[in-house]
């Protein structure tokens, strides 16, 4: 069965673009968490999770939004992808060289079960889902985005990872053929992000495979991408190609590039900014042409997401853990 086969699900269980673009936002504002700090913590290891597991209700809550979704061409041509260029519409035009079949992932470190596995069989037998989830990037724009995809936690699960693994470490694609982008030393390539194992075993972190049920496009991250949703947007890594269970806090691209700036959690939060601007406020992309609504619209902690994810932070002084 070809991946394009796998990710076919029957159209009465995607929501039709048009049905979520009739949707206004519904859901009141999650109660205010503990700020978090800017402080660097590159060179550190956090505290161990004491984190009160989530209940099944409470995840569901988060799995889905009443807020108007982004559209599609928007979605696909304003986004960040340096392995494309730098500026936001770049991705849409130069991935297309990026070639996503067959594609493998190779899965290792402090598991049971390591390898190299084909997509299709990392994949198979789990069931795809829509979850339509808040995008934060750090840099203060935003969208809302039908996803499709299957659990990160399911996925992970697979490997039977020990007790030693406390992190897990993401890794993108590297290929100067494919990504013109990486033959400039913008950030040191390949592209890589980590998670702690609760975050990473937590419901709301995603695997996404599709957008607005159809494949995902190379410049979205084509064809296996990271969705954190709690989390600014370059957490969430595209085109992986490898994925680590470690003991140690693992390096991750832009908090080498500037711990100060990008820290390993970076959770969102309003009340902490960013050393060269607010975070309190966020743009909404809307509109024909990328347009950015004049109007700024209140950023969240955790990116609304609160009542699922704060207690994995529970007793971490996060003005430090940034």
């Known amino acids: 069965m070809s991946l394009r086969d796998a990710l076919r699900i029957r159209g009465s269980e995607i929501t039709a673009e048009a049905v979520h673009r009739d949707r206004r ?3 009141a504002a999650l109660a205010a968490t503990p700020a978090l700090g800017l402080a660097g913590c590159a060179d550190a290891e956090p505290p161990p999770p ?12 988060g799995f889905r939004t009443d807020e108007e979704p982004t559209r599609y061409e928007d979605i696909t041509t304003y986004n960040n992808f340096y392995e494309f260029g730098t500026g936001k519409s770049d991705p849409s035009r130069a991935a297309k060289t990026l070639r996503t079949s067959p594609w493998h992932v190779a899965v290792g470190g402090e598991c049971a079960k390591p390898g190299r596995v084909a997509l299709n069989d990392l994949l198979r037998g789990l069931a795809q889902e829509e979850r339509i989830y808040r995008l934060r ?3 203060g724009w935003s969208m809302v985005i039908p996803w499709l995809g ?3 936690a399911a996925v992970l699960r697979r490997f039977e990872p020990n007790a030693n693994a406390k992190f897990v470490a993401f890794t993108t694609l590297a290929d100067r053929e494919q990504m013109p982008g990486i033959r400039f030393r913008s950030i040191r390539w390949p592209y890589r992000e980590g998670l702690r194992i609760d975050e990473a075993m937590h419901p709301l972190a995603f695997l996404a495979t ?3 049920g159809k494949p995902l496009p190379q410049q979205n991250g084509a064809p296996l991408r990271l969705v954190v949703p709690w989390k600014y947007g370059f957490k969430s890594i595209k085109s992986i190609v490898a994925i680590d269970f470690v003991e140690r806090m693992p390096p991750t691209a832009w908090n080498q590039l500037q711990p100060s ?3 390993f959690f970076s959770n969102v939060n309003p009340e902490v900014n960013h050393p060269r601007w607010s975070q309190k ?7 024909t042409g990328n347009k950015l609504i004049a109007n700024r619209i209140a950023t969240r902690p955790f990116n609304g997401y609160a009542e699922q994810v704060a207690s994995l932070y529970s007793g971490m002084d996060l003005r430090r853990w940034y």
């Open 25 to 27: 936002r519904l859901l």
């Open 50 to 61: 004491s984190a009160a597991p989530v209940s099944a209700a409470q995840a569901r809550a």
């Open 137 to 139: 990037c750090v840099e």
């Open 150 to 152: 299957v659990p990160l």
């Open 210 to 212: 599709g957008l607005y």
């Open 261 to 263: 700036e990008y820290g």
């Open 281 to 287: 406020t966020e743009r909404r992309i809307a509109g």
